[in-house]
């Protein structure tokens, strides 16, 4: 990797800090991703833009703000990306996946609150995420209590939130309250780009958007595959890369290496023996770098085939449709497939519960793993009618966060869920 | 053939030698800072043909020696029903986690819960606050059972509860009534993770902590029915492994 030190110093980065931050990455990548065993070549790419995560695309968004254009960061799968694209800017799921900062964030939120949280207030507080010192919006949204308060003291520290109202319920007052948010959002990007939303630049940012989202369906449905021809690691970093990686270049990447895995099936070949115990994860989003339970479980033998995580199909599973031929009837059409994302976050939502077992049938789950991050209430709460929903199908629920404390416990327990499973 | 279990809990390590489905031998010892050592000496002094390993440290000697392992979930499911053959319901108060496993009528496991990360409710916390109150764990249980009022702890957090050990203590609260409210506690924690349970006979409670006379009446009062504890409850999961051991079906 080349030098970054002025790149970093410039952009205000605790230098210290963030050297610890990249040589525990460093190490947590190398003894978790590049000691798996079968890795498709394609793969090469992702572990070069990990390599390369806080260097060669921090240098590249620099140089895309020199040349004028926006960056605008996001916390949630909510957020109309297109509409940050057809502006032409900089569109960043922003870091939130380590236990970071945690006493720095500890002295705005309480500690009794989610690692994701934690973590966002933390990267920023302890001058170790580059992408926040990058961006000229950040945007929120009222999906969780934690989250929603949190923006207010994020607001205080950064100065650049904007914030989203998600409404809590999908009838037709909550639909026009939606619509009128996305409209909002759509004036907010105009008046930080200094650039006007055309139905063309619209249309241009819907087609990079579902480009991205078609890349990680092919993904997702390969994975389909007996014996896996990718492992859960590798598709869950595939799916965390897409939030930040260069839109074009995702795409690309990623269908070479779908090229790559339908060549694996064709020829039986897989990470994972044919056979292996398949589980579904789902619940609470991961963020980069939190690879924890994959990780377990994967290295308990079995094989993860599919994420219902906002970091996986919630992020993907509907495309935008991109036949209008204004750009008021493109924000309608935006506002109607945002809203129609499965988020804990609404009551009822019924539709996730169909959603997991569809993705368990499809992709020939095993059992389910119901992933919650500790203080994530509404993931927490729906765990009970997923299990319910799940009838027959082996189920386990989990809480945790991004330590490593409770490694060996949870060890343990997905063990003995394999054990039930087989 | 002879088969050997051998459980790493974060406690003891405890080694079962069966034949043919018959216990021959069992050993105990303390895990300390050395448990590899511990696990050689229980495999020289109870040579096996097969060996099988659970618990906590399992997947130490999977490292060290190659050995099969399965968790102590599966392990107790198989150790219980050699005990009791018509157990659907194990209780463990472990040294780090409690748990309750739930099985078939064919004796799989069918679920199971674990306690949280923490402390509270595990043998661990038993084992700090006897003592503090200056019992041996062995005498802990009767002597607790001689309390004649009933006092309550308001925390079950390790670290609360032993500063509220303190003050009863300064307030002058008899030590047995103290212990008492100790054993409730756990009991309490325990009993609410397996109401989340159907519960269904026979419930048998394994691990040391089943020595326990005043844990054990605790929960038949708490869970309103009789509970089951095998001759030498804390080498459930040893057995079960051995068991495994011997029909090498994993």
């Known amino acids: 990797m080349a030098d970054y030190t002025e790149m970093w110093r410039n952009l205000g980065l605790n230098l210290e800090n963030h050297a610890g931050l990249l040589a525990v990455l460093n190490e947590g990548y190398k003894n978790i991703y590049l000691s798996q065993k079968g890795r498709p070549r394609g793969m090469e790419y992702f572990d070069f833009v990990i390599s390369e995560v806080h260097g060669l695309r921090i240098k590249e968004i620099t140089e895309a703000k020199q040349a004028g254009r926006k960056v605008v960061g996001t916390f949630c799968v909510y957020v109309p990306e297109e509409i940050v694209l057809a502006a032409d800017g900089v569109c960043i799921g922003l870091c939130a996946g380590a236990e970071v900062g945690s006493d720095e964030a500890e002295k705005f939120i309480p500690r009794n609150t989610c690692a994701l949280i934690k ?22 949204e009222t999906t969780c209590d934690g989250k929603k308060k949190a923006y207010e003291i994020f607001q205080n520290i950064t100065g650049k939130v904007y914030v989203m109202e998600i409404p809590n319920m999908k009838n037709d007052e909550s639909k026009r309250l939606w619509h009128g948010e996305v409209v909002k959002f759509k004036e907010t990007v105009e008046a930080i780009t200094k650039k006007t939303i055309t139905v063309e630049n619209l249309k241009r940012g819907a087609s990079l958007a579902n480009g991205k989202r078609r890349a990680l369906q092919r993904l997702s449905r390969l994975r389909a595959a007996d014996p896996a021809p990718i492992s859960g690691l590798d598709a869950l970093l595939i799916n965390q890369v897409s939030f930040y990686d260069d839109p074009v270049r995702f795409t690309q990447m990623t269908d070479k ?16 023996s044919k056979g292996a115990r398949r589980v579904l994860i789902s619940g609470s989003p991961m963020a980069i770098p939190n690879w924890k339970l994959h990780s377990i479980i994967e290295g308990a033998g079995a094989v993860v085939v599919g994420e219902e995580s906002c970091v996986g199909e919630r992020n993907f599973r509907d495309l935008l449709d991109e036949n209008f031929s204004t750009v008021d009837e493109g924000l309608g059409k935006m506002a109607e497939r945002y809203l129609e994302i499965d988020c804990a976050c609404f009551t009822p939502n019924d539709e996730r519960l169909e959603n997991i077992k569809s993705m368990t049938q499809k992709l020939h789950a095993d059992g389910v793993i119901h992933y919650a991050l500790q203080f994530c ?19 386990m629920r989990l809480e945790t966060d991004y330590s490593m404390e409770d490694v060996g416990q949870l060890k343990t327990r997905v063990e003995a869920f394999l054990e039930m499973v087989k | 053939m002879k088969a050997l279990g051998i459980d790493i809990g974060s406690r003891y390590i405890k080694g079962a030698l069966v034949e043919k489905g018959k216990w021959l031998d069992f050993q105990r010892a303390e895990t300390s800072f050395d448990p590899l050592e511990k696990c050689d000496q229980m495999l020289t002094e109870m040579p096996a043909d097969r060996v099988m390993a659970t618990g906590y440290g399992r997947h130490l000697l999977e490292v060290h020696a190659d050995i099969k392992t399965i968790t102590e979930i599966k392990a107790f499911a198989k150790g219980a029903r050699a005990f009791f053959s018509n157990c659907h319901t194990i209780l463990d108060i472990g040294g780090q986690d409690t748990k309750v496993i739930a099985l078939n009528d064919q004796g799989n496991v069918w679920k199971f819960e674990m306690n949280d990360r923490c402390a509270a409710g595990t043998g661990k916390f038993l084992e700090i606050m006897a003592t503090n109150l200056g019992y041996s764990l062995e005498e802990f249980g009767s002597r607790a059972l001689t309390a004649h009022q009933e006092i309550q702890l308001s925390s079950m957090c390790t670290v609360f509860a032993e500063s509220e050990v303190v003050s009863l203590t300064a307030k002058g609260v008899a030590r047995e009534e103290i212990a008492m409210a100790i054993h409730r506690a756990i009991i309490n924690r325990v009993a609410s ?3 989340r349970f159907l519960l269904q006979d026979e419930v048998v409670f394994a691990g040391g902590c089943a020595h326990n006379p005043c844990l054990k009446a605790l929960l038949e009062q708490n869970l309103r029915r009789n509970i089951r504890v095998g001759s030498i409850p804390e080498m459930t999961g040893a057995l079960g492994a051995a068991l495994f051991a011997e029909e090498d079906g994993i």
């Not at chain 1, 973590?119 to 000229?136: H, N, Q, R, S, V």
């Open chain 1, 119 to 140: 973590a966002f207030m933390g990267f920023k507080l302890a001058g170790l995420c580059p992408y926040i010192e990058l961006t000229d919006l950040i945007v929120g």
């Open chain 2, 193 to 195: 993770m397996a109401k």
């Open chain 1, 377 to 395: 209430t509404p993931y927490m709460m729906e765990a009970y009618k997923v299990e319910k929903a799940l009838g027959r199908i082996p189920f």
């Open chain 1, 257 to 272: 290496l779908c090229a790559e895995l339908e060549e694996r099936i064709k020829q039986g070949f897989g990470v994972a």
